[in-house]
């Protein structure tokens, strides 16, 4: 059965995706989403463990906000963040396995 190319539907479907993906493919954010699992952070916590001042770690939570990914509250002076859509990290175990899998791969070439 021949698959049709996508319609405007699809393709504006297939690149809102990407955007999520986009935005949870830089190191810093991807951590940042991975902290988020276990419930609310200010900015002040997630900046402990970032060797990063405040505007770079702003601007990361800005890409993972306007891609869904977070969303904020400001309570005072602090922004707290969560994660919008908890279940946003559920495929890492799939790109965990995917990563093992290549792995596994390349040793077994060199054997």
Request: aromatic share 6%.
């Amino acid at each position: 059965m021949k698959r049709q190319p996508p319609n405007a539907k699809e393709l504006a479907l297939i690149e809102a995706k990407a955007h999520v993906l986009k935005a949870l493919g830089h190191p810093t954010r991807l951590w940042m989403a991975e902290q988020l699992a276990d419930g609310e952070k200010c900015v002040c916590e997630l900046a402990e463990f970032i060797d990063a001042d405040f505007s770079t770690i702003s601007k990361h939570l800005s890409v993972l906000k306007q891609a869904g990914v977070v969303e904020d509250e400001k309570r005072g002076k602090q922004v707290y963040y969560r994660l919008r859509v908890p279940c946003i990290l559920k495929y890492m175990s799939c790109v965990e396995a995917v990563i093992k899998a290549t792995v596994k791969e390349q040793v077994e070439m060199l054997a």
